[in-house]
């Protein structure tokens, strides 16, 4: 995404979508102007920036989210321990505080949650990649 926040600052491109916590140093700096953030609420991190639904647009709600993930044959309890560090560390009150700075909301589940969003995910953008007629080639 920098290089494309540089193309945005320089004019070679209009607009972009981007992470809230890779544009927010751009935007606090006056270098980018946000226009809304995707997701259903305001962030935190950057209230006065208006959602796309109160900008006019509420079919587009989109989360972008990153997964802890492990190859598929570890071992069960090996998962169960990686889970268990990764809630309590996402718990730790000063882990929280440097997300949400960032502009980010970390949530932990279990792997099953995770397995089940992205089984939803994929079902979701496999719509909109059929709808939109683009194909791999």
Known sequence: SAPAAVDL?????QAMFDNLSTALPFIKAGKLRALAVTSAERSPAAPDIPTM???GLPECEVLSWFALVAPA?????IVDRLNA????ALADPAV???FAALGADPVS???AVLADLIKS???KWAKVVKASGASVN
């Open 9 to 13: 600052m320089s004019g070679q491109i």
């Open 53 to 55: 639904a109160e900008a």
């Open 73 to 77: 044959k570890t071992p069960k309890d």
């Open 85 to 88: 560090a990764t809630v309590k």
């Open 96 to 98: 929280k505080q440097q």
């Open 109 to 111: 589940s279990t792997p």
């Open 121 to 123: 995910e994929t079902a």
